[in-house]
């Protein structure tokens, strides 16, 4: 290859690229100021229009509130926070995050948290959460709580209330999200440590991978499969079908999350189901694989093709290629398919076994773009 022909090194875009950087607030956030707007309904006999909540970080924050409403002769008062996630992707973006706090007559002291319509219902152990009872974590049930607390005053003296948290529309919200695998039925969960959400911190998801492996464990499955999406993962089931779904978890971007939680749980046996991009970046060692964090190391690419014998001139347009995918479909194109991506398997077995170490065994599966078996590679072979 000539200097003139050598192909230029263009790029998708600096992985350090600006990206919108508004936070956001948790369901947890906003069910509380709801919950905090409606108590105060109750007590003056009109909901406000703007509340302040006391979230978990120690932040006080100030929420619109709409179709705030009071029923006195009920004792009922009603209060909508819509959820603004910010620049981070979020299904639960938009929602009605609803609180009705009814009074409860001579049960004095008493703060009685209850899911409604929307929010979802724990069917399974393992998410440190009641069995038939609310999605409502641990965290926001007592900033709810709390909230409500914190402005119900001397009415706490005489009566108890009752708050029930419903989303409308959640039910349909939740089939974007991973509760159904956990076990999580008919809508959301109430989630949030701090009540920020941060741009692309995705805390959420890297959190339910981390409950589902614990539902895996705590059902007495001895093998989880991580998949890094949904095409993968469909592809892992049909080659792992005697493995029950609970095992599968779309561990999407976070590697270190899945591999640290499999290790704590003693899962003896690991499966990861991936294409090339990702599996590349598990060779590289990267805790999380998503594309603002790191480039794909064409390097790598580049000598994986080297050691399955691809001409010299193609390496080096792997080398300067944009994408993992490049490399991919060129060896596919030589015949060369599953012998290339059988060494970015052993090289991603070898970086995530240094990287994660311990009792289990790991087998990787490879598939292409279209959800294709390539090969199957077991640490046996690898190390």
């Not at 009752?162 to 999580?184: F, H, Q, W, Y």
Request: with cysteine; aromatic share 4%; glycine share 10%.
């Amino acid at each position: 290859m000539t200097e003139n022909s050598k192909p230029a090194k263009i790029r998708k875009g600096d992985g350090k690229r600006q990206r919108g950087n508004r936070t956001g607030f948790t369901t947890g956030a906003c069910s509380a100021a709801a919950a905090r707007a409606a108590t105060i309904g109750l007590l003056l006999s009109e909901v406000p229009e703007t509340v302040i909540c006391h979230l978990p970080n120690g932040q006080d924050v100030s929420f619109a509130v709409i179709d705030g409403s009071v029923e006195e002769s009920a004792g009922l008062a009603h209060a909508v926070i819509v959820k603004d996630a910010g620049d981070d992707p979020d299904a639960t973006h938009g929602a009605h995050m609803t609180a009705d706090v009814r009074i409860l007559p001579q049960r004095a002291g008493e703060v009685i948290l209850k899911g409604g319509f929307g929010v979802g219902v724990v069917t399974k152990d393992g998410l440190g959460l009641e069995v038939g009872g609310p999605a409502i974590n641990p965290v926001p049930r007592r900033n709810i709580v709390d909230n409500v607390r914190a402005v119900a005053g001397e009415l706490l003296d005489h009566d108890g209330l009752e708050v029930t948290i419903s989303v409308p529309g959640g039910d349909e919200m939740a089939k974007k999200t991973l509760n159904a695998r956990l076990g999580i039925i008919d809508g959301i969960s109430i989630l949030g440590t701090t009540g920020i959400v941060r741009p692309y911190s995705t805390a959420a998801f890297r959190a339910s991978v981390v409950q589902a492996v614990d539902v895996a464990a705590k059902q007495g499955q001895t093998s989880t499969v991580f998949t890094t999406g949904g095409r993968t993962e469909k592809f892992a089931m049909r080659q792992l079908p005697e493995l029950d779904e609970s095992c599968f978890v779309q561990m999407g971007d976070f590697v270190k999350a899945a591999f640290q939680s499999a290790i704590k749980r003693q899962i003896p046996k690991v499966y990861v189901g991936a294409m090339v991009g990702k599996l590349t970046k598990m060779c590289q060692g990267l805790a999380v694989t998503h594309a603002w964090k790191a480039e794909v190391d064409r390097d790598i690419l580049a000598e994986s093709a080297r050691e399955v014998g691809a001409p010299a001139d193609l390496i080096e347009e792997i080398r300067a290629a944009e994408t993992a995918r490049f490399a991919a479909e060129r060896l596919a194109g030589l015949n060369l398919a599953e012998a290339f991506h059988r060494a970015l398997a052993g090289k991603a077995i070898r970086s995530l076994k240094t990287c994660y170490p311990g009792n289990y065994h790991l087998t990787i599966l490879v598939c292409d773009f279209e959800g294709r078996f390539i090969c199957r590679l077991d640490e046996d072979e690898a190390l």
